[in-house]
Structure formats: C-alpha cells, structure tokens
C-alpha cells in the first residue's frame, strides 16, 4: 500500500500522523511542501479528492494569511489559490493521500479512516493522548 503525506516537520499535528502511519509498518512517501511548494494542477487535484476548497484548506493562524487580507468575506478561491502557490505554508496540512482516499488530517486522528490496518496500541500523540489502547482499539 501506498501512503504520500504533504508534510511540515515542525507542525506537531503533522509529525502525529507521520507516527501513526509509521507505526503501522509502512513508510510513506513524504512530500515536505514548504521545501517544493504546490503546482496549481496537484492542490486542484487534493482539494477535489479530499472535498476541500482553498477556503476550507486554508491555514489562518501561523501562516500570512490574515496579513494578506485572506481572512476577509468575500476573497475569492482565486486569490487564495494564487497566494497558496506563492506561500506554501497557507496550505493546511497534513493531507494524506492513500488507497482510500485523500484527507486533510486535523486532528491526526483523522488518518485513521485511511488506513488498512490499525497501528497496535497502546498509541499516543505527542501531547500524551491515547489514540490506540492496549487492545489495539481506537480510543
């Protein structure tokens, strides 16, 4: 099975779902975004595999976006898709694309629904939570 995660190292949620997907035995094919950006052609494609729009993909607190007026009633999906492929970071993350599908992973729970198998357990995020107990049961 194969398993892409657009990925931001440094956002805790991200480096969640990395471990979850990991801890079930596979390696997914990481794609750092802020390293390689966005074409128009590949966010059309994870927006419309995922149900997003740039609007709900958008990233609002630790990205430009409220600086660049992206947060305001009435910006277009243009302008939005437009500043995304200028500022990587917009984008909100991480999406996880596997054989059943393209998600948006917040909270990293999410991915999940995506996998074939559930990681054993227990299984926690970095914050402490418990995911997956003991008897590989999502909590």
């Known amino acids: 099975m194969s ?3 657009h990925h ?3 956002c805790g949620t991200s480096r969640n779902v990395l471990s979850i997907i990991r ?3 596979i390696e997914p094919v990481i794609v750092e975004y802020l390293k390689t950006g966005w074409t128009e052609p590949q966010l059309l494609g994870l927006f419309a ?8 993909a958008l990233r609002e607190t630790k990205s430009p976006a409220k600086e660049l007026g992206l947060l305001e009633a009435g910006v277009s999906h243009q302008k939005i898709m437009a500043e995304m492929l200028k500022h990587p970071v917009l984008v909100n ?3 996880v694309c596997a054989p059943k ?7 990293s729970e999410g991915v999940l629904d995506l996998l074939d198998r559930l990681p054993a357990g227990p299984l926690y995020k970095e ?7 003991a ?3 999502r909590v």
Do not use: F, H, M, Q
Not at 49 to 56: H, K, Q
Not at 127 to 133: A, K, R
């Open 3 to 5: 398993i892409v995660i």
């Open 8 to 10: 931001n190292p440094e």
């Open 23 to 25: 801890a079930t035995g």
């Open 49 to 56: 595999a995922a149900g997003l729009d740039p609007r709900t």
């Open 93 to 95: 993350r991480p999406i």
């Open 101 to 107: 599908g393209v998600k948006l992973c917040r909270p």
């Open 127 to 133: 914050d402490g939570s418990l995911l997956i107990d």
């Open 135 to 137: 008897d590989g049961k």
